[in-house]
C-alpha cells in the first residue's frame, strides 16, 4: 500500500531512525550491497525498499545534494507509474525497469526457488543501463528455499560494487544467519497510534473518530490503517472476522464449525488458504488480547473499541487462566499452519478447543 507524504519526504511514517540512516548513506555514498529489512505486515517496509531503488536509480541522482529522486527522469517515471498500479491494486504488473528488478513468491508456491533466485543474480550481474547500480528486491525473502538462500549467499560473498540487495522480511529466524551477517539490517518496528492518528486526518482526510478507531485498530501498521479507511469491504471483513470470534463463546461446537465454513475459499490454492487463515487468526489474537486488557481493567487500550461491551462479555464468563490459554491456543494453531497443517484442520482444532 503506497503512502502519500510531502514531496521531498521519505514514504515512511514512523521510523524515523530508518529513513535517517538511509538518507545519511546516500548522501555520504556509504550505500551497502545488501540490506534487510525486517518488521512486520503493514510497516511499509516494501514502499521504502522501491522508493530507496528509485533514489538509487534515479538518472539525475549524485548531480544533486539532495537524496531524493527528481521524480521525472525515465527512470523515476516507471518507479512512479508501477506505484500507481499497486495503489489501484494491480499488484502483479511488474515494472519493465532494465535496472531493476523484484522477485517475490509466486501466489501458489510456498517458497521462492533456486531457479528464480539464479534468474535475479544473473540480471543484476549484467552492467547498468545507467552505468550506475542494479537493485534487486526480493519480497518474502523468509521464503527462499535453503537451495536458493546458498546462491543468494554465494553473490553476497562475491559482492559487486554496484549491485544492491534488498530482502524484505517479516521473520529473520528464516533467513540464514549467514546472509544477515553480511548484510545491514533494517528493522522496522511498530509505529504509535498518534502518529498513526494524525497522519490520517492529515493526509487521508480521515475524521477524527475514523482516525482514533483506525489508529487502534492497526495496532501500529500504517499500511494496514490506511487500507481499512480506503477500503471499506476489507474494513467490513476486519471487523467480521474479529465478530466471528467474539460469538464462538456463546455458540455450541457444531455452530462454530459452520461458521468458519465461511473463511476458507473453495477456489484459494493451498497457499491462499494458509495465508488468509493466518490472517483471521491474527485478528483473533487480537480480540484475545483485548479480552486480557479489559480484564486488567487497561480499556484505553483495546484495539477493537467498536467491540468493547461484547469482549467484556467474554471476560465475565472466562477466567484470566482460560483467556491465556485461548491466547496459547491461537499462536500454536499459527505454527501448525507454519508446519503445513491443513488450514481447515487448524480452524477446527481452535473452535473445537477453545
Ligand atoms: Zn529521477
Known amino acids: 500500500m503506497p503512502i502519500a507524504t510531502k514531496k521531498n519526504e521519505w514514504p515512511l511514517i514512523g521510523n524515523t531512525h530508518l529513513t535517517q540512516f538511509l538518507d545519511a548513506s546516500l548522501k555520504n555514498d556509504q550505500v551497502g550491497g545488501s540490506y534487510i529489512f525486517l518488521g512486520p505486515d503493514n510497516l511499509g517496509k516494501t514502499t521504502l525498499a522501491h522508493f530507496f531503488a528509485q533514489c538509487l536509480l534515479c538518472e539525475k541522482a549524485g548531480n544533486r545534494l539532495s537524496p531524493y529522486p527528481c521524480g521525472e527522469c525515465r527512470s523515476c517515471q516507471q518507479f512512479q507509474n508501477q506505484k500507481q498500479s499497486r495503489a489501484s491494486g494491480d499488484d502483479e504488473k511488474q515494472m519493465v525497469h532494465g535496472d531493476f528488478h523484484l522477485l517475490k513468491r509466486a501466489k501458489d508456491k510456498k517458497f521462492i526457488s533456486v531457479v528464480e533466485v539464479r534468474e535475479l543474480i544473473k540480471i543484476l550481474s549484467m552492467s ?52 544477515v551477517s553480511r548484510s545491514q539490517l533494517l528493522q522496522f518496528r511498530p509505529v504509535p497510534n498518534g502518529i498513526i492518528y494524525d497522519y490520517l486526518i492529515d493526509f487521508h482526510g480521515a475524521s477524527r473518530s475514523q482516525a482514533k478507531d483506525l489508529s487502534r485498530l492497526s ?16 474494513y467490513g471483513q476486519f471487523k467480521a472476522q474479529a465478530k466471528m470470534f467474539i460469538s464462538f463463546f456463546s ?17 484459494n490454492s493451498s497457499q491462499e488458504a494458509a495465508i488468509k487463515t493466518r490472517r483471521t487468526i491474527e485478528v483473533w489474537e487480537g480480540v484475545v488480547r483485548d479480552s486480557l486488557l479489559l480484564n486488567y481493567n487497561l480499556d484505553n487500550l483495546v484495539q477493537h473499541e467498536f467491540a468493547a461491551a461484547e469482549i ?6 472466562k477466567s484470566t487462566h482460560g483467556l491465556i490459554r485461548a491466547a496459547k491456543l491461537l499462536e500454536q494453531a499459527k505454527k501448525y499452519l507454519r508446519d503445513n497443517v491443513s488450514p481447515r484442520l487448524v480452524l477446527e482444532n481452535i473452535v473445537v478447543s477453545l
Do not use: C, W
Open 251 to 267: 455458540q455450541n461446537i457444531n455452530e462454530r464449525l459452520q461458521a468458519i465454513g465461511s473463511l476458507i475459499d473453495k477456489k
Open 312 to 317: 467484556t462479555q467474554i471476560v465475565n464468563q
Open 128 to 179: 547498468s543501463f545507467l552505468g550506475k547500480y542494479k537493485v534487486g528486491i526480493i519480497k518474502h525473502a523468509d521464503k527462499l528455499n535453503l537451495e536458493a538462500a546458498n546462491a543468494l549467499l554465494k553473490t553476497m560473498e562475491e559482492p559487486n560494487l554496484n549491485v544492491v540487495i534488498i530482502l524484505v522480511v517479516t521473520d529473520i529466524e528464516s533467513l540464514p544467519k549467514t546472509i
Open 219 to 234: 495496532l501500529g501498521r500504517p499500511a494496514l490503517a490506511i487500507k481499512l479507511l480506503e477500503t471499506p469491504e476489507f
